[in-house]
């Protein structure tokens, strides 16, 4: 599991060797005085202000449920957008019918904008592979 607090730019707050082992015990290296100082909240959230990373945790769990979701549902359609495709082509129909992708495609970029197009696509890919 990916923990580290991540700044703007991407890159990870600490310096690889002090990272914490991937499996959660402790870390290889044992972290240094500047970083230990920071505390252990710190490392976890992002802010030492004991409230705000109180609900940060909080906030984190539910961020964690959605993200569990999200996926489940994601494997989810595209097992069943496989079996349609196998279903259509053993009967002697197509591998893709675009009118319904266009459909699909349009349903996300009116709920969620030129993001959702780019979601669907990945979707529409999920289901039926590269083309
Ligand atoms: O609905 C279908 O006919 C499907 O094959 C499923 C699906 C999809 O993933 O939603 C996949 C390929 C098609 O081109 C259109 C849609």
Redesign the pocket.
Known sequence: MMTDVMEQSGGPTRPKAEQPAVNGSEPAVPLSPTAEAAGPAEARTGTEEPSASARIVQIRERIDEIDHALITLWQE??A??QE??VT?MASGG?????S??RE?LERFRVALGADGTQLALL??R???GPL
């Open positions: 359609r595209a069943l957008s349609v495709g259509r197509t591998r893709l019918v675009l319904r992708e699909i979707l529409l999920a289901g039926r």
